[in-house]
C-alpha cells in the first residue's frame, strides 16, 4: 500500500512551453502534498506544500508565477511549469502525507520526473 | 535554519562488509529523524527513523541511534549486500504541526560482489 505515481517519468520541451506533471496517491487519500525539486549530486528541496481545495505554499525564492500547483482533489496534484526554460531542467519529485493508520503523517514518495528543456 | 550534513558519497564495499553513513543535522527544536533510501529508478522510501533522543530506529538491518547530545543519526549495517546498493537521505522533520523533511544530500551506496 501507500503508492504514490508522477506522471510522466521523464519530458523533453522546447524552451518557452508549459509543461504539467501529475502526482498520484494511488492507494490513500492525501490532504497533503509536496514538491520537491533535485539537482544532480545535491538533496531534495522542497518547492512547495500543496494543500488539498486551497492555495499551495511556496518556499521562499520558488516563483508561484512559474510553478503552478493545484491539488484539486484528494489524490492528485498537479505541478505546471510554465514557460519553461533549460535552467528548468532538473528532476522534480512529489510525495503524499498519509493519515492513516501505522503510517499516520509519513510521507510517500513518487518515483520523480525527469525534465529537460531544450 | 534547519540543515542536515552526510557524508559525501560515493561509498564502495564489498558484500558483507560494514557499512557507516555519517549524518549530524542542525535543528532549533526537538526533531523527528529519518533515513530514507532511493533504489535505481523508484522513488524514495523510509527506511527507518526514530522521533527523540536515544530512540534506535531499524529495518532490513540497518540501524541508526538519535544522538542529542552529538546531534547525529548515524546509519549502520553489520553485514551490507549488493542489493543494498542505493543511494541513502537523512532528513529531519521538525516537531509541531511541521510536516516538512529537510534532507542531507544523499550518499551513494555501492555493494560489490
Known amino acids: 500500500g501507500a503508492v504514490v505515481s508522477q506522471h510522466p517519468s521523464w519530458v523533453i520541451c522546447k524552451s518557452g512551453t508549459s509543461v504539467k506533471i501529475e502526482c498520484r496517491s494511488l492507494?490513500?487519500?492525501?490532504?497533503?502534498m509536496f514538491w520537491y525539486r533535485q539537482f544532480p549530486k545535491q538533496s531534495l528541496m522542497l518547492m512547495a506544500t500543496?494543500?488539498?481545495?486551497?492555495?499551495?505554499?511556496?518556499e521562499q525564492g520558488v516563483e508561484k508565477d512559474k510553478f503552478l500547483i493545484n491539488h484539486a482533489s484528494l489524490t492528485l496534484s498537479t505541478l505546471t511549469v510554465t514557460s519553461a526554460h533549460p535552467e528548468d531542467s532538473s528532476f522534480y519529485i512529489c510525495?503524499?502525507?498519509?493519515?492513516?493508520?501505522?503510517?499516520?503523517?509519513?510521507?510517500?514518495f513518487g518515483p520523480g520526473t525527469r525534465l529537460t528543456v531544450l | 535554519g534547519d540543515s542536515v550534513t552526510q557524508m559525501e558519497g560515493p561509498v564502495t564495499l564489498s558484500e558483507e562488509a560494514f557499512l557507516t553513513i555519517n549524518c549530524t543535522y542542525t535543528?532549533?527544536?526537538?526533531?523527528?529523524l529519518f533515513w530514507y533510501v532511493q533504489y535505481p529508478g523508484e522513488g524514495l522510501q523510509l527506511l527507518l527513523k526514530?522521533?527523540?533522543?536515544?530512540d534506535k530506529g531499524s529495518n532490513k538491518g540497518f540501524e541508526a541511534t538519535y544522538r542529542k547530545e552529538t546531534t547525529s543519526f548515524h546509519l549502520e549495517k553489520g553485514s551490507v549486500q549488493v542489493s543494498d546498493s542505493a543511494v541513502y537521505f537523512c532528513?529531519?522533520?521538525?516537531?509541531?504541526?511541521?510536516?516538512?523533511?529537510?534532507f542531507g544530500k544523499g550518499t551513494l551506496l555501492t555493494v560489490n560482489p
Open positions: 526514530a522521533t527523540k533522543a536515544d
Open positions: 500543496s494543500n488539498e481545495g486551497s492555495k499551495a505554499t511556496y
Open positions: 510525495s503524499a502525507r498519509s493519515l492513516g493508520g501505522s503510517s499516520y503523517n509519513e510521507q510517500f
Open positions: 492507494d490513500f487519500q492525501a490532504t497533503t
Open positions: 535543528a532549533t527544536g526537538y526533531p523527528s
Open positions: 532528513a529531519l522533520r521538525e516537531g509541531g504541526s511541521n510536516y516538512k523533511l529537510t
